[in-house]
T-cell receptor
């Protein structure tokens, strides 16, 4: 099993460009998440999908959109990139069957995005 | 106020030292706490979790929760250079109806050989 995969690994954009970060999991998990990680800020939740067909905003959703394409895939789109979106982006998944958010989250390797 | 606060460090210790990593949390309703470990340029991975008050031990690692002071700790005994990583505490986020986690900012640990 590959676990959680993310593409691309690195990306450099100019301000105003758009791009989509792809995430896929092969663990048959119900829930998927997108985080960004900035120095000194830890992991901050952008969007999450508790189950296929649902998406909800997290702590820092502005400037992003998501699509839960199917049970395996959860993409993150930047419509008009800004330098403030320079960050490392992590996708994660969990079974989503246990109450209270107590599932183990499995993370992908991350995408390093620089917006000039 | 963030739901979980963590001292960012960095923390540098000699090999064999006992390490104490700490977080505080804001909501007394939190009951479930996790510690994730993140190696440089990798995604986080679950190290251990603990429920409510008390201790949980797993090899050289002990997770402790003190609900009276809203304090969670991770102790590492006989620390090794391979323990050098960033350690993040986490708990189910009330802001998401506990459907997702909220993380502390992470403490970077360096164990010197």
């Amino acid at each position: 099993n590959a676990g959680v995969t993310q593409t691309p690994k690195f990306q450099v954009l100019k301000t105003g460009q758009s791009m989509t970060l792809q995430c896929a999991q092969d663990m048959n998990h119900n829930s998927m998440y997108w985080y960004r990680q900035d120095p000194g800020m830890g992991l901050r939740l952008i969007y999450y999908s508790a189950s296929e067909g649902t998406t909800d905003k997290g702590e820092v959703p502005n400037g992003y959109n998501v699509s839960r394409l199917n049970k395996r895939e959860f993409s993150l789109r930047l419509e008009s990139a800004a330098p403030s979106q320079t960050s490392v982006y992590f996708c994660a998944s969990s079974e989503g069957t246990r109450s209270g958010g107590t599932d183990t989250q499995y993370f992908g390797p991350g995408t390093r995005l620089t917006v000039l | 106020q963030k739901e979980v606060e963590q001292d960012p460090g960095p923390l540098s210790v000699p090999e064999g030292a006992i390490v104490s990593l700490n977080c505080t949390y804001s909501n007394s309703a939190f009951q479930y706490f996790m510690w994730y470990r993140q190696y440089s340029r990798k995604g986080p991975e679950l190290l251990m979790y603990t429920y409510s008050s008390g201790n949980k031990e797993d090899g050289r690692f002990t997770a402790q929760v003190d609900k009276s002071s809203k304090y969670i700790s991770l102790f590492i005994r006989d620390s090794q250079p391979s323990d050098s990583a960033t350690y993040l505490c986490a708990t189910p986020s009330m802001d998401t109806g506990r459907r997702a986690l909220t993380f502390g900012s992470g403490t970077r640990l360096q164990v010197q050989p």
